[in-house]
């Protein structure tokens, strides 16, 4: 593959413009969304490897459990240990848990096993990971200590090195024989990130630590509204020890555990240095339910108060203390609360009500707080601007779009008033022909070089905008991609119980976030050839330039959306340059993805560019995403 070219006739021309004066780039320009969607956190991100641990999937049967051994027998029983764990697996021989798809079975790895155990026989509860067949024992231990009380016992399981990789395990109980033992939460660990207690899969955080996000959008999306009222995310039910947390029925079809709460949250965020923004529920469910603005609404809005008061209040307030004896004696970062996600759904037209109440009751006690409206902007036209009551410091904008469209939208930004609210993209995605809400989709689940390319060149416009663009992030984050896995079809990042994939947006994404500036360089493109889908036409390149004033570090973006290799002259004006500089070049057919088979199918590769100056060649592959790191002076 060839970087760097000669001259040809009539190449399409970059102008890099340092003598008109760029924009600053917000420092929160790159970061992540996530919602329990896709299996993301149980089944995914968080590290619990045994399903349905706590006996509440199913109030009839213990889905996810199996008898094992002859003779055995398993029952459910409302006769739990806690007010939030009600139910009690009854166990007579032996029990089996199916886990998410299997467990990650690895050499030489220790996983933390604990239950919660009653029984009126005191001898030990054997514990195995093994294969499904039963033939293959990966690792052994007992739970000691049985009584007649309800106790939470611990043990670890250790496999040997000569343990291939597998997802062919099951986690199996058994007792003495004769005996009866009941079980409640009972909970299995691999080693997690940064070895934090009920913490996060480790392979995971480090592809979401290696895209440098600056903040971490959470709880969602659709679960912070679940489909009615009573499914709502409550945070007050998230934090505290894991057996006093009920869990919830999730929007997508499954239940949460909820072990990944918003202490868990937090700590995420800190685990990859990136800022909390807190989506607060704001009186608005997704079957249609919604609070009346008024005395119907205090309590949610004293709710979202609470809340933030764990964030980052004082170990002397009620919620502050609760973080501290949660084991964060220091307030997380806190600078953005987001109210509600999506009111433009909100077909009753309450939200601008309810966003009043709650931006008011945040502004009095937290001034310094920076408010998110979920309308606004140009994506719900007319529903709160001109005629807003109160404004925002920033509009969520979301967009979900076929890639033509989403390449289309590069310019999107260079319209929008400089005076009004910033804009925070916070969710969006491209998709290939299909949408990703649709059933029966045969694309994804994650998405192929086409999205990636129509995705950066939406970026190039969010970067040239990014005085009215503050924050954006990708989503749906995370997938499953097991059958039954998933209920999105586009999706960043793939996995099953051991391994994982980045897809192509992946790395288009990463590539973007680890080589921004400070401040933006103008950029203009002339002799761009076009490309066309037969019914309309558009730009076949697309650009963008940012600059780290401190060192002379300069970033230019280039997407090459046609079919064939660009020829490109780069022009940089008003500034000196090193003679040499890198390129890193994504580039595929666009139906190539990833995959747990070939996780590496397409990924960016590096080259060194010699015989930089002021006006120097690039010969750009073709469906390609190149990003070019200079040194200049002025």
């Given at each position: 593959?060839?970087?760097?070219?000669?001259p040809?006739?009539?190449?399409?021309?970059?102008?890099?413009?340092?003598?008109?004066?760029?924009?600053?780039?917000?420092?929160?320009?790159?970061?992540?969304?996530?919602?329990?969607?896709?299996?993301?956190?149980?089944?995914?991100?968080?590290?619990?490897?045994?399903?349905?641990?706590?006996?509440?999937?199913?109030?009839?049967?213990?889905?996810?459990?199996?008898?094992?051994?002859?003779?055995?027998?398993?029952?459910?029983?409302?006769?739990?240990?806690?007010?939030?764990?009600?139910?009690?697996?009854?166990v007579?021989?032996?029990?089996?848990?199916?886990?998410?798809?299997?467990?990650?079975?690895?050499?030489?790895?220790?996983?933390?096993?604990?239950?919660?155990?009653?029984s009126?026989?005191?001898?030990?509860?054997?514990?195995?990971?093994?294969?499904?067949?039963g033939?293959?024992?990966?690792?052994?231990?007992?739970?000691?200590?049985?009584?007649?009380?309800?106790?939470?016992?611990e043990?670890?399981?250790?496999?040997?090195?000569?343990?291939?990789p597998?997802?062919?395990?099951?986690?199996?109980?058994?007792?003495?024989?004769?005996?009866?033992?009941?079980?409640?939460?009972?909970?299995?660990?691999?080693?997690?990130?940064?070895?934090?207690?009920?913490?996060?899969?480790?392979?995971?955080?480090?592809?979401?630590?290696?895209?440098?996000?600056?903040?971490?959008?959470?709880?969602?999306?659709?679960?912070?509204?679940?489909?009615?009222?009573?499914?709502?995310?409550?945070?007050?039910?998230?934090?505290?020890?894991?057996?006093?947390?009920?869990?919830?029925?999730?929007?997508?079809?499954?239940?949460?555990?909820d072990?990944?709460?918003?202490?868990?949250?937090?700590?995420?965020?800190?685990?990859?240095?990136?800022?909390?923004?807190?989506?607060?529920?704001?009186?608005?469910?997704?079957?249609?339910?919604?609070?009346?603005?008024?005395?119907?609404?205090?309590?949610?809005?004293?709710?979202?108060?609470?809340?933030?008061?764990?964030?980052?209040?004082?170990?002397?307030?009620?919620?502050?203390?609760?973080?501290?004896?949660?084991?964060?004696?220091?307030?997380?970062?806190?600078?953005?609360?987001?109210?509600?996600?999506?009111?433009?759904?909100?077909?009753?037209?309450?939200?601008?009500?309810?966003?009043?109440?709650?931006?008011?009751?945040?502004?009095?006690?937290?001034?310094?707080?920076?408010?998110?409206?979920?309308?606004?902007?140009?994506?719900?036209?007319?529903?709160?601007?001109?005629?807003?009551?109160?404004?925002?410091?920033?509009?969520d904008?979301?967009?979900?779009?076929?890639?033509?469209?989403?390449?289309?939208?590069?310019t999107?930004?260079?319209?929008y008033?400089r005076?009004?609210?910033?804009?925070?993209?916070?969710?969006?995605?491209?998709?290939?022909?299909?949408?990703?809400?649709?059933g029966?989709?045969?694309?994804?689940?994650?998405?192929?070089?086409?999205?990636?390319?129509?995705?950066?060149?939406?970026?190039?416009?969010?970067?040239?905008?990014?005085?009215?663009?503050?924050?954006?992030?990708?989503?749906?984050?995370?997938?499953?991609?097991?059958?039954?896995?998933?209920?999105?079809?586009?999706?960043?990042?793939?996995?099953?119980?051991?391994?994982?994939?980045?897809?192509?947006?992946?790395?288009?994404?990463?590539?973007?976030?680890?080589?921004?500036?400070?401040q933006?360089?103008?950029?203009?493109?002339?002799?761009?050839?076009m490309?066309?889908?037969?019914?309309?036409?558009?730009?076949?390149?697309f650009?963008?330039?940012?600059?780290?004033?401190?060192?002379?570090?300069?970033?230019?973006?280039?997407?090459?959306?046609?079919?064939?290799?660009?020829?490109?002259?780069?022009?940089?004006?008003?500034?000196?340059?090193?003679?040499?500089?890198?390129?890193?070049?994504?580039?595929?057919?666009?139906?190539?993805?990833?995959?747990?088979?070939?996780?590496?199918?397409?990924v960016?590769?590096?080259?060194?560019?010699?015989?930089?100056?002021?006006?120097?060649?690039?010969?750009?592959?073709?469906?390609?995403?190149?990003?070019?790191?200079?040194?200049?002076?002025?």
């Amino acid at each position: 593959m060839i970087f760097f070219a000669q001259p040809v006739p009539h190449p399409a021309q970059l102008t890099i413009d340092f003598t008109h004066p760029g924009v600053s780039v917000s420092p929160n320009l790159y970061g992540l969304m996530t919602e329990e969607i896709n299996y993301s956190y149980d089944g995914g991100l968080y590290g619990e490897l045994i399903r349905n641990r706590a006996f509440l999937d199913d109030q009839k049967q213990p889905a996810h459990w199996s008898p094992q051994g002859q003779g055995s027998a398993i029952s459910l029983e409302k006769s739990g240990p806690t007010v939030a764990r009600p139910m009690a697996l009854r166990v007579k021989g032996g029990a089996a848990n199916d886990g998410y798809w299997g467990f990650p079975v690895t050499p030489r790895t220790d996983y933390q096993l604990s239950a919660w155990v009653k029984s009126d026989s005191t001898g030990p509860i054997l514990a195995t990971l093994e294969s499904v067949s039963g033939s293959t024992v990966y690792a052994r231990a007992s739970l000691k200590g049985v009584t007649s009380n309800w106790q939470n016992l611990e043990t670890v399981l250790k496999t040997s090195s000569g343990i291939k990789p597998t997802t062919d395990a099951r986690l199996v109980l058994r007792t003495a024989p004769g005996t009866t033992i009941l079980l409640s939460q009972v909970s299995l660990f691999p080693p997690t990130f940064k070895r934090r207690p009920n913490g996060n899969r480790r392979d995971l955080m480090k592809m979401l630590v290696d895209m440098k996000p600056q903040f971490l959008r959470f709880p969602g999306g659709n679960y912070l509204e679940g489909n009615t009222l009573a499914d709502r995310y409550a945070f007050q039910n998230t934090v505290g020890p894991i057996e006093s947390r009920p869990g919830h029925l999730s929007p997508w079809g499954y239940r949460s555990t909820d072990g990944m709460g918003l202490f868990e949250f937090l700590l995420w965020s800190e685990e990859m240095r990136a800022k909390p923004l807190l989506a607060v529920y704001a009186g608005y469910a997704l079957k249609g339910e919604y609070i009346k603005p008024g005395p119907e609404l205090t309590p949610f809005v004293q709710d979202a108060l609470d809340e933030i008061e764990y964030v980052i209040g004082g170990a002397g307030t009620k919620w502050g203390a609760q973080r501290v004896k949660d084991g964060h004696p220091k307030p997380f970062p806190l600078e953005c609360v987001e109210v509600g996600n999506e009111d433009g759904f909100d077909k009753s037209g309450s939200y601008e009500g309810r966003f009043v109440q709650f931006y008011d009751a945040i502004k009095l006690k937290y001034p310094n707080l920076k408010v998110i409206s979920t309308t606004g902007g140009k994506d719900w036209p007319g529903l709160m601007f001109p005629m807003v009551q109160r404004s925002p410091d920033l509009v969520d904008e979301h967009y979900y779009s076929e890639c033509w469209d989403m390449m289309a939208m590069a310019t999107r930004f260079d319209g929008y008033s400089r005076t009004g609210p910033k804009v925070f993209v916070g969710e969006w995605a491209a998709h290939d022909l299909v949408a990703p809400w649709a059933g029966e989709n045969p694309n994804g689940p994650t998405p192929n070089m086409r999205c990636a390319i129509a995705e950066a060149a939406f970026m190039t416009g969010l970067e040239r905008n990014s005085d009215v663009v503050a924050m954006s992030c990708y989503a749906p984050l995370l997938v499953n991609v097991n059958p039954g896995g998933h209920q999105w079809a586009i999706n960043l990042i793939g996995y099953d119980a051991l391994s994982s994939f980045g897809s192509p947006s992946y790395y288009a994404q990463t590539m973007f976030a680890n080589s921004i500036g400070n401040q933006t360089v103008p950029t203009v493109l002339a002799n761009v050839p076009m490309q066309t889908d037969g019914k309309r036409s558009q730009s076949g390149l697309f650009a963008s330039a940012t600059r780290k004033t401190a060192t002379g570090a300069l970033f230019v973006k280039v997407v090459n959306a046609l079919s064939t290799p660009q020829d490109i002259e780069l022009n940089i004006k008003g500034a000196s340059v090193d003679p040499t500089g890198t390129i890193s070049v994504l580039t595929g057919d666009l139906k190539a993805m990833n995959s747990l088979a070939e996780p590496k199918n397409v990924v960016p590769k590096t080259k060194m560019l010699t015989g930089v100056s002021p006006s120097f060649h690039c010969m750009l592959p073709p469906n390609s995403i190149s990003v070019i790191k200079l040194r200049v002076g002025r």
